[in-house]
C-alpha cells in the first residue's frame, strides 16, 4: 500500500491510474479506523480495481467545544489495518496541506435544509464542514465511487445531496452499519466510554428496536413513541438530544408511510452517541 501526504503525490498517482484505464473507489474517514470502516474497505474493493482511503481529522467539522483536540489519532495502527484490507492508497494530509490559507474566509459548501435539522440542530455548521471537505476529498482523489457508512445517516443523506446538486460524477454507496454483537453500533467515539458506560450503551439500539416493532404493529403516534423512548434513555442515564422517527429523506412522516428512519442521538456521560434504524412495515 501506497501512503502519501501531500496532494502532488496523490495527483500523479491518481494520474497514473486513470491513465492505466483504472477505476478508483474511495473511502473518506477520520481516522481511528475500526471493523466498520474496514468493511467500507472491502466493499470499495469489489466496486474497483483500486482503492484509496484518507485519513483526515478535519477541524472544519468540529464545533468550538467539541472534541477536536482529543480525537484519537492512530495513523500507524490505520496504515496497518487498511494494508491488511488490500486498500491501495492512504492519502494522510496535515489540515495546512488541505487549507492553505487556513478555515477563515475558506469557501464552504452548504446543502439546506437538510443540514439544519437533527444533529444539524445541536451542531450547527457540522455539516457545511462535512460537505466542504468531502467535496474538496472529491475534486483530489476523483473517485467512480466512495463509500459512507449509514450509521451517520445524515451524513450520507447530506453528502447525497451535495453530489448530485454539484453534478459530480461519483457513485455514493451507504454501508450498512456494523454493531457489536450486543447491537451497539460501531464507532471511533466508543472508546470514550467508561466500562460501566460501555454495556449500558447498548440500550440504544435496543430501544430503537422497540420502536421498530411497534411501528410495524400499526401504532402510528409518532409523538408518543418519541417521547416514550426519549423517557427510557432518560431515565437509563443518558442525556437524549433527540429520539426522531422521520421519512427516509428526513421528513416528518404522516401516517400512511410505509418506511421510516428512527433516529438517536444521545449522551452517555461525555460522550455523544448516534444511531439509526431503518424500518419498513
Known amino acids: 500500500?501506497?501512503?502519501?501526504?501531500t496532494i502532488a503525490e496523490l495527483r500523479a498517482q491518481i494520474a497514473a491510474w486513470r491513465r492505466a484505464g483504472e477505476r478508483i473507489a474511495f473511502v473518506p474517514t477520520m481516522g481511528n479506523l475500526h471493523r466498520g470502516h474496514l468493511e467500507l474497505v472491502r466493499r470499495a474493493r469489489e466496486r474497483a480495481g483500486r482503492v484509496v482511503a484518507s485519513v483526515f481529522v478535519n477541524p472544519l467539522q468540529f464545533g468550538p467545544n467539541e472534541d477536536f483536540e482529543r480525537y484519537p489519532r492512530t495513523l500507524a495502527q490505520d496504515r496497518a489495518g487498511l494494508e491488511q484490507a488490500q486498500c491501495d492508497l492512504l492519502f494522510a494530509p496535515t489540515a495546512r496541506?488541505?487549507?492553505p490559507r487556513g478555515m477563515d474566509g475558506l469557501t464552504r459548501i452548504g446543502v439546506p435544509g437538510i443540514s439544519t435539522v437533527l444533529c444539524g440542530e445541536f451542531r450547527p455548521g457540522h455539516f457545511d464542514g462535512v460537505a466542504t471537505v468531502v467535496a474538496i476529498l472529491f475534486n483530489l482523489v476523483q473517485p467512480d465511487?466512495?463509500?459512507?457508512?449509514?450509521?451517520?445517516?445524515?451524513?450520507?443523506?447530506?453528502?447525497?445531496?451535495?453530489?448530485?446538486?454539484?453534478?459530480?460524477?461519483?457513485e455514493i454507496v451507504g454501508v450498512p452499519t456494523q454493531r457489536d454483537a450486543d447491537g451497539l453500533a460501531l464507532s471511533?467515539?466508543?472508546?470514550?466510554?467508561s466500562a460501566d458506560e460501555r454495556p449500558k450503551a447498548a440500550l440504544i439500539h435496543r430501544t430503537m428496536?422497540?420502536?421498530?416493532?411497534?411501528?410495524?404493529?400499526g401504532n402510528r403516534d409518532y409523538r408518543g413513541l418519541r417521547e416514550q423512548a426519549a423517557a427510557a434513555l432518560a431515565a437509563a442515564g443518558f442525556r437524549?438530544?433527540?429520539f426522531e422517527i422521520r421519512t427516509p429523506g428526513l421528513d416528518s412522516p404522516k401516517p400512511e408511510e410505509k418506511e421510516w428512519v428512527v433516529l438517536v442521538a444521545a449522551y452517555l456521560g461525555n460522550t455523544r452517541l448516534i444511531d439509526n434504524l431503518r424500518v419498513s412495515s
Open 1 to 5: 500500500m501506497i501512503t502519501v501526504h
Open 97 to 99: 496541506e488541505i487549507y
Open 145 to 170: 465511487a466512495a463509500l459512507f457508512g449509514e450509521k451517520d445517516y445524515q451524513q450520507l443523506l447530506v453528502i447525497r445531496r451535495m453530489t448530485a446538486d454539484l453534478h459530480l460524477p461519483v
Open 188 to 193: 471511533s467515539r466508543n472508546q470514550y466510554l
Open 209 to 217: 428496536q422497540d420502536v421498530a416493532a411497534e411501528l410495524r404493529r
Open 240 to 242: 437524549p438530544q433527540y
